[in-house]
C-alpha cells in the first residue's frame, strides 16, 4: 500500500523560510515532488524529480526553492526560502509508482505566507 507522508508546513512571514518533507513508502517511485494548490486556483507543479532522474522547477520557484531527494529512504524534502504571499497555498507530495505507473497524492500540508 502506498503512502505518501508529509510534514514541516505552517505558517511563516515573507521573506522567510520553511522545509517541507514527504515520506514515501510502499513502492519504488519513478517521480517523487511537490504540488501546489491556492485557494481558488488548479493544482500545479512546484518542483520534482522526473523519471529521467532530472529536476523541474516552476518558474516562479526558481531560485528561491529547491527539491532533495534521499533515495535510500525514499525521502523527497522541498526547501522553499525567500517566500513570498503568493506561495501560500496546500502544499501535495506527488509520487508515480515505477510498477503500476500510476499517481499517489499525499494528505496535503498547509503553507501560509503572511506578515
Known amino acids: 500500500q502506498v503512502q505518501l507522508v508529509e510534514s514541516g508546513g505552517g505558517l511563516v512571514q515573507p521573506g522567510g523560510s520553511l522545509r517541507l518533507a514527504c515520506a514515501a513508502s510502499?513502492?519504488?517511485?519513478?517521480?517523487l515532488g511537490w504540488y501546489r494548490q491556492a485557494p481558488g486556483k488548479q493544482r500545479e507543479l512546484v518542483a520534482t524529480?522526473?523519471?529521467?532522474?532530472?529536476?523541474n522547477y516552476a518558474d516562479s520557484v526558481k531560485g528561491r526553492f529547491t527539491i532533495s531527494r534521499d533515495n535510500a529512504q525514499n525521502t523527497v524534502h522541498l526547501q522553499m526560502n525567500s517566500l513570498k504571499p503568493e506561495d501560500t497555498a496546500v502544499y501535495y507530495c506527488?509520487?508515480?509508482?515505477?510498477?503500476?505507473?500510476?499517481?499517489?497524492w499525499g494528505q496535503g500540508t498547509q503553507v501560509t505566507v503572511s506578515s
Open positions: 506527488h509520487a508515480v509508482s515505477m510498477w503500476s505507473g500510476r499517481d499517489f
Open positions: 524529480f522526473t523519471s529521467s532522474g532530472t529536476t
Open positions: 510502499g513502492s519504488r517511485f519513478s517521480s
